[in-house]
C-alpha cells in the first residue's frame, strides 16, 4: 500500500479517465505485446521458410530423376510428409506449439506406434513376442547408459526439486483419488510397495535404480532399524542424497555410484526393490541373475516398470519422429505387462499387479503444472546446463516429455500402457 505522502493528482481523476503515467505504461505493453507477436510469427514463417527452400528442391530433383507421374507422386507425398515433420519439429523446439495441438499429435502418434506394434494375427505377434525376448537374452544389460544418463540424471537436482513432489520421486505416484495432491500421491505409492513388498523394520534392503533417493529415505525414515543401500550411476544423485540424509539425520543409508552393467556387491539383502529403472535394461536374464545372487534364500525382489498392457518394444531412434527415443529414453524398453516372466531362470514369480496408466498421467500432469508455475526459476537453471541459446529449446523438450507420458498414460482410460508391480523370490 503507498502511503498519503506519496500520493498524485492522478490518485484524484474519475475512475475510468487515464493518467499520463497509465497511458504510457498502456502504449509500452501494447509495444510489447505487439513485439511479442511478430517475434512468433517471424519465426512461425523461418520454421516454414528453411523447410521449404529444402522440400521443393527435393521434389523437383525427385521429378527430373524419375519422369514417372507414379513415381513422382510417390517423392512428392513422402517430401509433404518429411516437410510437415521438420516444420512440426522446428515449430516444437521453437516452443510455438500450443498445448492442445500438441496433445493431439502426440495421441496420433500414440496410435501409429499401436498400428506399427500390431500383427494382423495372433500367432505372428506371438512369434514376434518370442523373438523380442530371445533378442534380449542377447544384448548387454543396458545400453547407451551414458545418454540416458546425460539426457535425465545429470540434470541440475534443482529442477527436479522444483517439478518433482516432496519426496523427488522420479517414477509413477499413486493418486488414491483424481484430486490428491502429488505428495499425497507419493506416499500412497510407497506405502503400496511397503504393503507389496512386505517391508517390515530391521531388514537389509537394497534399492536398485536409487534416483534422489525418495524410496530409500523413505524406508530409512519409516524402519529406523533397517540398513538401506542405494544404487545409481548418477554422481548428482548420491551428491544428493548424502547430503540430505546427513540433514534429516538418517545414518543408515549408503549410496553407490556405479552403472549396472558392472556393480557388484558382496552383502546380500533381505529386500530388493528397483523403481522404474529396469525401462533403461535390456539383457532381463543377465540382470535377475545378478539380482539374485544379492538376495538373501529367503529374500525377495519387487519391481515396478512402466509397461505397455501386451507388446513390448524398443526405443529406437529411427528419425525425427522417434523424438521421445531421440531426446529422453535413448536404449530403452517399453517392456510389456508379461515380460519379466520370460526370465525367470534364478527368480520366481510370486505376485503380480497392474496399476491403471492413469495415475502415471496425473503424475506427470502434476509435474507439468509445477514447470510451468516456476518457469522464471526453471530458465536460469537450464541456461547453466544447457547454455543460453538452448533454453526456449530445453523448456519446449521437457514440457513436451511431461505432455507425451500423460497422454500415453492416459490413453483409453490407462487400459493400454501402465505400470507393473512383481515380487519375485530367489530359486
Ligand atoms: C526413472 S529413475 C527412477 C528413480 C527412482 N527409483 C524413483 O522412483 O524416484 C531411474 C533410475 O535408474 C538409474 N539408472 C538408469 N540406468 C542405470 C544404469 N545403467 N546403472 C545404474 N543406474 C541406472 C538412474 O540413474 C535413476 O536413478
Not at 4 to 33: E, I
Not at 41 to 61: D, K, L, P, T, Y
Not at 76 to 89: E, F, G, P
Not at 109 to 119: A, K, Q, S, V, Y
Amino acid at each position: 500500500m503507498r502511503d498519503v505522502a506519496s500520493s498524485t493528482a492522478d490518485d484524484h481523476r474519475p475512475p475510468g479517465s487515464h493518467s499520463h503515467a497509465q497511458q504510457v505504461l498502456f502504449t509500452r505493453q501494447t509495444k510489447l505485446f505487439l513485439r511479442g507477436l511478430g517475434t512468433v510469427r517471424r519465426q512461425i514463417w523461418s520454421s516454414f521458410g528453411e523447410v521449404f527452400g529444402e522440400v521443393f528442391g527435393e521434389v523437383f530433383a525427385g521429378f527430373e530423376e524419375s519422369f514417372g507421374v507414379a513415381e513422382f507422386c510417390g517423392i512428392a507425398m513422402a517430401a509433404v510428409r518429411d516437410a510437415a515433420l521438420k516444420i512440426s519439429m522446428t515449430a516444437l523446439q521453437r516452443n510455438v506449439i500450443p498445448d492442445v495441438l500438441l496433445r493431439w499429435g502426440v495421441r496420433k502418434l500414440l496410435e501409429g506406434r499401436l498400428r506399427e506394434i500390431t500383427r494382423p494375427t495372433l500367432e505372428a505377434q506371438m512369434q514376434e513376442l518370442i523373438s523380442f525376448v530371445q533378442s534380449l537374452k542377447q544384448m548387454p544389460i543396458a545400453v547407451n547408459t551414458e545418454d540416458a544418463n546425460a539426457q535425465h540424471y545429470e540434470v541440475p537436482t534443482e529442477f527436479y526439486q522444483l517439478v518433482l513432489g516432496k519426496r523427488l520421486k522420479y517414477s509413477s505416484a499413486y493418486f488414491p483419488q483424481k484430486n490428491s495432491s502429488l505428495d499425497e500421491a507419493e506416499e500412497a505409492m510407497f506405502a503400496l510397495y511397503a504393503e507389496r513388498a512386505q517391508l517390515k523394520d530391521g531388514q537389509s534392503v537394497l534399492d536398485v535404480g536409487c534416483g534422489w533417493g525418495s524410496l530409500s529415505m523413505y524406508i530409512a525414515e519409516k524402519y529406523p532399524n533397517s540398513k538401506v543401500t542405494g544404487v545409481s550411476n548418477s554422481e548428482t544423485q548420491k551428491a544428493f542424497i548424502t547430503e540430505e540424509c546427513s540433514k534429516r539425520g538418517l545414518s543408515n543409508v549408503t549410496i553407490v555410484t556405479c552403472d549396472i552393467n558392472v556393480f557388484n556387491i558382496e552383502n546380500t539383502f533381505d529386500r530388493i526393490l528397483s523403481i522404474e529403472m529396469f525401462e533403461h535394461m535390456k539383457n532381463y536374464e543377465k540382470l535377475l541373475k545378478k539380482i539374485s545372487s544379492w538376495l538373501k534364500p529367503d529374500g525377495l525382489l519387487f519391481v515396478h516398470i512402466f509397461v505397455h498392457k501386451s507388446i513390448p518394444y524398443h526405443f529406437e531412434d529411427q528419425g525425427e519422429d522417434d523424438w521421445m527415443s531421440r531426446n529422453f529414453f535413448t536404449g530403452g524398453t517399453m517392456p510389456s505387462n508379461g515380460l519379466l516372466l520370460y526370465f525367470q531362470d534364478d527368480v520366481s514369480i510370486v505376485n503380480q499387479w497392474f496399476v491403471n496408466g492413469t495415475h502415471y498421467a496425473l503424475t506427470s500432469e502434476a509435474w507439468l503444472v509445477k514447470m510451468d508455475a516456476q518457469i522464471k526459476v526453471i530458465r536460469p537453471i537450464f541456461a547453466k546446463a544447457y547454455g543460453e541459446g538452448e533454453v526456449t529449446k530445453w523448456v519446449a523438450n521437457w514440457r513436451t516429455f511431461f505432455i507425451a507420458v500423460a497422454e500415453m498414460f492416459a490413453y483409453r482410460n490407462g487400459e493400454e500402457w501402465g505400470v507393473g508391480h512383481y515380487l519375485f523370490k530367489k530359486k
